[in-house]
Nanobody, 126 residues
Framework: VQLQASGGGLVQAGGSLSVSCAAS????????MGWFRQAPGKEREFVAA????????WYSDTVKGRFAISRDNAKNTVTLQMNSLKPEDTAVYYC????????????????????WGQGTQVTVSS
């Protein structure tokens, strides 16, 4: 599967922004989808993930209550809605996917993910 992230940009603190990930190739409903981010000088970190059907979601503590992940399997897209943005949310946001069929998995763990998009920049000004 190929992943293409889009929708990043510049927003003021307290504002909202959404980023989307379009999957092509094998249909996205075969994959757990996640968002990670990497700020300058920092390691990449988990942001949010969503199960294959959309019935399960996971969030990092730093974004819980502010961000919402959703998916539209008919359109092969996953969206991360980001509200109440803070300057510390500034990062390159990456979408990622893995299958994980037939085994327990850890959606917050970077090592689970086999496929990655190219990233989209989100900048939050103070």
């Amino acid at each position: 599967v190929q992943l293409q992230a889009s929708g990043g940009g510049l927003v003021q603190a307290g504002g909202s922004l959404s980023v989307s990930c379009a999957a092509s190739g094998r249909t996205s409903s075969n994959y757990v989808m996640g968002w990670f981010r990497q700020a300058p000088g920092k390691e990449r970190e988990f942001v949010a993930a969503i199960s294959k059907t959309g019935g399960g979601t996971w969030y990092s503590d730093t974004v819980k209550g502010r961000f919402a992940i959703s998916r539209d399997n008919a359109k092969n897209t996953v969206t991360l809605q980001m509200n109440s943005l803070k300057p510390e949310d500034t990062a390159v946001y990456y979408c990622a996917a893995y299958d994980g069929s037939g085994r327990p998995s850890a959606p917050a763990a970077e090592y689970e993910y086999d496929y990655w998009g190219q990233g989209t920049q989100v900048t939050v000004s103070s």
